[in-house]
């Protein structure tokens, strides 16, 4: 059997940037829960570990990168061992894969890859795979009991691998499945998986000052802006990040603050809320944020709608989608039974009958 050592043998052959990662590594809360996860691992065949959303965006990423390694350390992995670990986006998938393999001190695309639409980093050689939920379910359609081969925003194809890995767990009794999350409902996870057990990671919380506006911004857009410049005239030198909602509130935002501040360097990172769960940037000490984001069901013009109308959690993408394509994909993998499918969100029955 491969047995994969990823922290306890290190050699004068490692690398030096190798032994500074380990270094920071064996410092965060999550590594000290090693020999917890793996007992919890062992005993379970589904398990989930949570981290608190007030956690620093580092602390979090840094936990969705050690927890498959130590999955890699699990003895019962069999002859041809395979961790499989989806992000919620491409970008999440190649920087964190990236970051793997530089702190295994592998080369990435060998024993660490990834998997995105248009572009598959890995070979025979891989046991550590990234990759995006809908790759993972396209791999489902061609291995069913997914033979060769952990969710962070509850996409359709989310939905559709939880329950499609309910069923495959009944069938395969090797296989294990690890949820890490900061923003999915532990409880509900736990009563769809017939009480897998949970395991909170705790973590670091860093002392920050925050500001608000004294009166409400009639442009969300030109206030940021405008903030910006202040930071960098005013404050003492550091990263500024700045959050909008789209490609082209980016552009906008790029172009005016290089006409108010010249030789801007590489100070001033302008980004979506990507930045917010599936990407950590180093060294960011001021973040601006006017607290937009672009979702499917949300008016901002109605004053009253945080109280009023919002949900206390956003609805899955699978009841605000055309199934078409969702149903499809199932008669492809044999499920005839659609009405009856075990759904975390069930969406309604109607739904899924006209496609029919």
């Known amino acids: 059997m491969l047995k994969v050592s990823l922290f306890d043998v290190v050699d004068e052959s490692s690398s ?25 691992l062992k005993a379970s065949q589904c398990s989930s570990l949570f981290t608190r959303t007030s956690l620093s965006g580092l602390t979090r990423i840094l936990s969705h990168v050690l927890i498959p390694q130590f999955v890699l350390e699990y003895d019962d992995l069999g002859k041809h061992p395979m961790v499989a670990c ?5 970008v999440a998938a190649m920087s964190v ?17 990834y ?35 952990e969710a962070h925003e509850q996409t359709l194809a989310t939905d559709v691998l939880f329950g499609l890995l309910k069923e495959v767990l009944r069938n395969r009794p090797d296989l294990k ?41 009639r442009d969300y857009l030109e206030a940021g802006i405008r903030t910006v410049v202040q930071i960098y005239v005013c404050e003492p030198a550091g990263d500024i ?30 980004s979506t809320n990507i930045a917010e769960t599936s990407l950590t940037i180093d060294g960011i000490v001021y973040v601006i944020d006017p607290g937009f984001s672009k979702q499917k069901v949300y008016n901002p013009r109605i004053q009253k709608s945080f109280k009023n109308d919002l949900q206390d959690q956003t609805y899955p993408e699978i009841l605000l989608s055309n199934l078409a394509n969702m149903v499809l994909n199932l008669k492809k993998l044999g499920i005839d039974d659609l009405v009856h499918f075990d759904f975390m969100d069930p969406p309604a029955p109607e739904t899924l009958m006209w496609v029919l």
């Open 16 to 40: 030096r940037r190798y032994h500074e990662i380990l270094e920071k590594r064996q410092t965060l809360p999550v590594w000290h829960q090693k020999d917890e996860f793996l007992k919890v």
């Open 86 to 90: 989806t992000q919620p986006r491409r």
């Open 97 to 113: 894969s990236r970051r793997v393999a530089e702190g295994m001190d592998v080369t990435i695309g060998e024993e660490v890859g």
């Open 115 to 149: 998997s995105i639409r248009f572009e598959d980093c890995s070979s025979h050689k891989t046991v550590l795979k990234y990759l995006t939920d809908g790759m993972l379910l396209r791999e489902a359609m061609a291995d069913p009991l997914l033979e060769r081969d």
């Open 177 to 217: 499945l690890v949820v890490m999350s900061a923003t999915l409902e532990a409880e509900k996870f736990r009563d769809y998986f017939s009480g897998a057990p949970l395991m909170r990671v705790p973590g670091r919380l860093h002392e920050a000052e925050i500001f608000y506006t004294q009166e409400r911004e």
């Open 241 to 270: 990040l700045v959050f909008l909602t789209s490609e082209e509130e980016i552009e906008d935002a790029c172009k005016k603050i290089t006409k108010e501040i010249n030789n801007l360097g590489d100070q001033i990172v302008v």
